[in-house]
T-cell receptor
């Protein structure tokens, strides 16, 4: 069975600092999907990114970047020049190819201090 | 924009009551999901439906049932609510992942069972 580990329960950084959220997954499958979601204080999960296992290219979207490394089974998320609006709980998730069900990590609560 | 709505943001029920949580999506998605979110445990899948009248158990189905009579509506039923079912309940919907989809979430229902 697959498993997603987000070892960082809570992180606090001062505004404008860079911060990396770690995600490690376990699976025996060779094809799968990885996701990151953001849950702001309002509660509704917001989709950030999806990655397929056969695409290891890193992705950058504005201040957000993602580092996918199959060799270490990691899919880490970096926020550059953090802002107060980045304060949220962030979830990493995994799905096997052909399976519609997501397995979520336990989340990382990120607090940006003004 | 995809819209997933849930019938209540907050709900208070008594032990032993039958509880219905309703979820409606407006994007003609095949898949619908019910999760519960608890501190330190992340999101855990209760039930999943991939078509009308079709359902699959998730990781924690005990004490719950579901109903999907129409494609846009997915109901979670607590036959006899118990205090350990106090939680945040999140509904989601998606097209099949193989089509490049992601899950879209509703705002959540915070259920308290007294």
């Amino acid at each position: 069975a697959q498993k997603v580990t987000q070892a960082q329960t809570e992180i606090s950084v001062v505004e404008k600092e860079d911060v990396t959220l770690d995600c490690v997954y376990e699976t025996r499958d060779t094809t799968y999907y990885l996701f990151w979601y953001k849950q702001p204080p309002s509660g509704e999960l917001v989709f950030l990114i999806r990655r397929n296992s056969f695409d290891e290219q890193n992705e950058i979207s504005g201040r957000y970047s993602w580092n996918f490394q199959k060799s270490t089974s990691s899919f880490n998320f970096t926020i550059t020049a953090s802002q107060v609006v980045d304060s949220a709980v962030y979830f990493c998730a995994f799905a096997n190819f052909g399976n519609e069900k997501l397995t979520f990590g336990t989340g990382t609560r990120l607090t940006i201090i003004p | 924009d995809v819209k997933v709505t849930q019938s209540s943001r907050y709900l208070v029920k008594r032990t032993g009551e039958k509880v219905f949580l309703e979820c409606v999506q407006d994007m003609d998605h095949e898949n619908m999901f019910w999760y519960r979110q608890d501190p330190g445990l992340g999101l855990r899948l209760i039930y999943f439906s991939y078509d009308v009248k079709m359902k699959e158990k998730g990781d924690i189905p005990e004490g719950y049932s579901v109903s999907r009579e129409k494609k846009e509506r997915f109901s979670l039923i607590l036959e006899s609510a118990s205090t350990n079912q106090t939680s945040m309940y999140l509904c989601a919907s998606s097209s099949p992942l193989i089509l490049g989809a992601e899950q879209f979430f509703g705002p959540g229902t915070r259920l308290t069972v007294l």
